[in-house]
């Protein structure tokens, strides 16, 4: 078993199906081992920016994309990390494993269940946007501009991914963990990828 500190940071975008199965794998992990973790916002609307490739059509899509994370930000502001993460974790299972569709449905449903809804409005209002590109480049600062979400820290590494299409589960997580932790802490390590198959599974 690889030493992995107490402390794992997730930085997420709600609306990425890869940030909601890495949050339910590192909870799979935090079942087995004493490991907190701290999820925190990225946005997909951000990364988009620094793409030169994205076509002027897309920015539509990128406000879009914008509000579930001005809400998450309000929503930290007012709750707290834990507060955070309850948002994150109901929209994504909505969203993501329920198939519930359109944002701002998912974001009503959501703000609902944690009783918060009368933070939809955020979802309009860029008061926190500079909030959170600060904690967006925290998070991606260390790993680069040609990434995505999610970004993981863990100690004093972090990386881009793991991207999974299914939760790892018992000690695949764990080993999934150590693996990535380890790859991470090599300098001259920079990246390992291959092509997707197959359907995602949020069981």
């Known amino acids: 078993m690889l030493a992995v500190g107490p402390d794992i940071r997730l930085y997420a975008d709600p609306v990425c199906p890869f940030a909601h199965l890495a949050l339910r794998w590192l909870d799979e992990v935090a079942r087995q081992r004493p490991v907190a973790v701290e999820v925190r916002l990225m946005s997909l609307a951000i990364l988009g920016e620094s793409d030169p490739a ?3 059509e897309s920015s ?19 709750e707290g990390p834990e507060g955070l993460r309850a948002f994150v974790t109901d929209f994504g299972t909505r969203y993501h494993r329920d198939g ?47 990434v995505g979400t999610p970004v993981v820290h863990v100690d ?18 764990l ?5 990535a932790v380890a790859l991470a802490r090599e300098p001259a390590f920079c990246e390992l990828k291959r092509t997707r198959t197959g359907d995602l599974s949020f069981d």
Do not use: Q
């Not at 080993?175 to 693996?179: A, K």
């Open 54 to 56: 994205r076509p002027p």
């Open 60 to 78: 539509r899509g990128t406000e879009s994309a914008w509000r579930p994370v001005r809400v998450g930000a309000a929503v930290a502001r007012r």
């Open 100 to 146: 519930v569709r359109g944002r701002d449905e998912v974001l009503r449903r959501t703000l609902a269940a944690l009783g918060l809804g009368d933070l939809h409005a955020a979802a309009d209002s860029d008061e926190l946007d500079a909030e959170i590109r600060r904690g967006h480049a925290e998070g991606t600062g260390p790993v680069g501009l040609d």
């Open 156 to 173: 004093d590494v972090a990386f881009f991914g793991p991207v999974l299409g299914a939760v790892p589960r018992g000690g695949d997580a």
């Open 175 to 179: 080993d999934v963990l150590d693996g």
